[in-house]
């Protein structure tokens, strides 16, 4: 019996071996020349997509995960270039259940629990402190408009293994697929540090700079947090008035769909 239950262990020993053997190591990316065609082309969209979409109007499916558990809900968001935000968040009845507006300058937060409004100053931690997402008010426009900003400086370059191009700057990077489609935008800290939130670009429709991604999936590096983005309805290039960006007292939206500050 011994050397047969020796047999068993060591059988047991090899197959615990092979499930502990680390999985194979991605493909490394390929530096490309910074005349290369591809980076020309792939610069050149970027550029154009950021000139010509300048605002969102959209309903959205938003789902949150972290260490406080998962949650979903309805919202409104608007958003205009460069940093003008607003996001309701609409309760079972058709209420707003929270408003955070912003003109770039100066920030608004309306909580129904409360029925008070709160006014600030607009800082680079604005966002942090309100809602827990690690970005300026610019960056998270730039994601919520699949279009982030682009630096004048010429970015890193680099050539994936399937024919993606990646551009890469000290503060933020954006990868387009083989076909041309940004498919993954990155915020760093800066200067090459940690990153602090990675957007995937997914089901788009539409053709051309018309074209939009319907879903959006957000990981927030720092804190483990994670948010989808399920557009329902979504207007590119809405003409929004200046003043839903700022919050003049708390009002109920007769619809989501038409913000009434």
Known sequence: MRPARTLCALALLAVLASCATPPPAAPAWTPLSADDARVALRLAA??????????????????????????????????????????EVIGLLGQRALVLASDGVVYDVYRAETGKTET??????????????????????????????????????????AGEVRLVWPDR??????????????????????ELAVARFRDWRGAGTAAFPHRIELDFISYKGSALIEFREAEVNAALDTKWFRLAKPQVSSAP???RP
Request: charged share 25%; aromatic share 2%; net charge negative.
């Open 173 to 194: 990077s954006v990868t387009f697929d083989a076909a041309g489609v940004l498919a993954e935008a990155r915020v760093l800290a800066g200067d090459g540090g940690e």
């Open 257 to 259: 769909g038409e913000p």
């Open 120 to 161: 600030g100053a607009v800082d680079a931690g604005v966002l942090w402190r309100i809602a827990r997402i690690p970005l300026l008010p610019s960056e998270a426009v730039g994601l919520l408009l699949a279009a982030p900003s682009v630096p004048e400086e010429a970015p890193r370059a680099e050539a994936g293994p």
């Open 46 to 87: 970027l550029r154009e997509l950021t000139q010509q979409r300048h605002s969102l109007r959209a309903t959205a499916r938003v789902s949150l995960a972290g260490s406080a558990g998962e949650s979903f809900s309805k919202q409104l968001v608007l958003v205009e270039r460069d940093a003008k935000l607003r996001i």
